[in-house]
C-alpha cells in the first residue's frame, strides 16, 4: 500500500526565469483540510498552477498523489488520477457548452462509470444542491459568465468530478456573502458523500473569510515562496487580526 | 478576345464548346458575351504569391469536360403550393417567373458568375408564391462526376410575405470543375434563408457566385460552409436596394492539406435603414490557405445603415495561413457599421483548464476548435444540416 496523500517535498517552481517557489514542503491527508494563506504575490497560485502541470511554470521537486509521481504526469493525466484545481479565472471556451464539457470531463475522468441517463440526473441533482440554474447545461463554457456565476460552475464541477484532492484558487475572492456559503455548503456536501468524504482540500486564500464557511485542520502561511508558518485554525485567526506585517517582520529578522 | 494568361487555342476550345449549349435558357449571343465578359473581367480574388498558389485569372475549367448533361441535378420538397423545378422546365412552363429572377441579378457580373452563365442551363428554380410560408426546406443537390465540368445555376424568387428555407449541397469527385451560381430575388416582407454545404472531393475545384437582391422589409440570410475541393472560391453579394432589409451572412471554412479557400462577401448598402450582420468563422491547418474579404459598403444616401462584420479566424497549424481583409467603404455620415477581426492560435490557458479536467490536450484543441464555429453553425437551417456540418468540421480536425 503506497502512502496516502498529496505529498510536496522541495518543490521549487521558476516562471520566465524568475524563481517563485523556492522549497515548498507540505503533505494534504486524504478527507483533511489545509489553507493556505498569504499576500498577494506570496507564490500561492504558483503552486496551484506547479501541481496541476500549467506548461508555462518550470518545477523541480517531488509530488506524489497516494505514491503517483505527479510530475511525471502530463495535466490532463494528473487530473485522472484525481487532482482537481478550482480556477481563480476559469478560461472561456466559447462554442462548447456546458453540459457537453462535464460530460467530457466525467468521461475522461471515470471512463463508462455512468451512463448518460443516469450522468444527467447526477448533474441535475448537484445543480440543485448549488442552485445552478438548469439554462447553465446550454450555455457556453465561462463564455459571458459573471464572476459569482464561474465560481458557481467550479463547485459544479468539484461535486461532479469528487476528485481526490482539491485546490481550491482564491476561490473566495469577488464573491459576496451569499455565494461563500454556497462555496462553503458545496465542500462540505461533497465531503460528506460517500465519493467524497476522502477528498482531501488545499484551500488557497488571501483572506481568512472563507474559512468561517470551511474549517481547515491545517493552516499554511506562504509568504515569498516558502511555507513560513504552520499551525491550526487559530492560525488564521492571529493573521485577521494582525494581517501579514507581524509574520513577514518575525522572519525578516531570520532571513 | 484573350486574355494574356490563357492561349489562344484554349480561348478557342472554350467558345467551340459553347456550340453544344442550346438558347432555351440563354441565347448563343448572350452566351459568347458571358464568356467574353469571363475573360476580361479580373477575378478580385487572390493572386500567387507566398502562401497563395492558385492564379484565378488564368483559371479554366478542363479541356474537353464541358457537357451540357454532365451536372447530376436533383431537388427535394414536400410542399405543393410552390414551384421546385429544373431550369429548362421553368423556362418551358413558367417563362415569366424565371425571367423576373434569373439573371436580374449581379450573378453574371463577376469573372465566374459570367462564365456559369455562359455554360448555364443545368440548375433549379424555387418559386415561393405571395404569402405562403414552406416550412419545410427545399433540398438541391449539385454533383459533379470525376473530371467533370459542370455549371449549376439556382434560382430563387419568393413574393411578397412569403417564407422559404433552401439548402443547396454541393459534392464532386476528383478532377471535377464546378462553376456554380445562386441568384435570390425576393419581394417585400419575405423571408429568405439560403444555406450552402459544399463538401466535394480535396481534388476538385469549386467556383461559385452567390447574389441577392432582397425586397423592402424583407430578411435575407445567407449560410455558407465551404468545407471541400482543393480550391473553394465564392464572390457572395446582397445589394440592398430598399430599406427595411435585414440581412444576415454567415459563412465557414476550414481549408487543410493544401486546400486553398478565397471568399469575397460584398454587402452593399444602397438604401438605409437596412440592417446587416456578417459572421465569419475559419480555421486552418497544416498548408491549409485562405484569403476573406469582407465588403462593407454604404452609399451617401444610404443613411440609417447598421452594418455589423465579424470576421474570427483560427491557425492550428504554423504553416497554415489565414488573410482576413475587412473592407469598409462608407459615404454616409448617419450610420451604424462596426467590423471586429481576429487572427490567433487557440489560447494555451484554454487548453490547460479542459486539460486540468482530465481531457486530453489533443481532445481539449478538438473541443475548443469545433466550440469556435458553433456560434455560426448556430444560423445554419435543420439539425440535420448543422449535425452534418459539425461531423465535417471534426473530421477535418482528426
Redesign the interface.
Known sequence: MPEQGLRISNLRCRVAGNEILKGIDLTVEPGRVHALMGPNGSGKSTLAFSLTGHPLYEVTGKVELDGEDLLALSPDKRARAGLFLSFQYPAAIPGVKVANFLHAARQAERPGDLPPAKFRALLLEKMEQLGIDPSFMGRYLNDGFSGGEKKRLEMLQLAVLAPKYAIMDETDSGLDIDALKDVGSSVAALRASEEGRNTGFLIITHYPRILQYITPDVVHVMIDGRIVETGGHDLAHRIEREGYDKIREKIGSVV | MSSALTTPAQTHALYEQLTAFDDTLIDADARRRALDRFFTLHSGHEKPGRFWRIDFESLLPPAGAIDPGAAQVSAEHRDSAIVVCDLATAARKYPELLARAFGTSEAAETKFGALARAFAGSGIFTYVPADHACDEPVVIRYHAGAGAAIFPWSVVLAERGSRVTVIERITADAGAFVCGASEIVSLEHADVTYAVLQNADSQAQILATRSSTPGRDSRMAWNVAEIGGALAAGDLRVAIEEPGIDAHVTALFFPRGSQHVDLINTVDHRAGESTSQTLVKSAARERGQARFLGNIRIAAHAQGSDARLRDDALLLSPTAHVDSVPALEIAANDVKAYHGATVGAI????I??????????A??ER??A??????AIEHFPTTTLRDEIRAALEAKLA
Request: charged share 20%; glycine share 12%.
Open positions: 489560447d494555451v490557458d484554454q490547460f483548464y479542459m486539460e486540468s479536467r482530465g481531457i486530453s490536450g481532445a481539449a473541443m475548443i469545433l466550440g469556435f464555429f458553433e456560434p
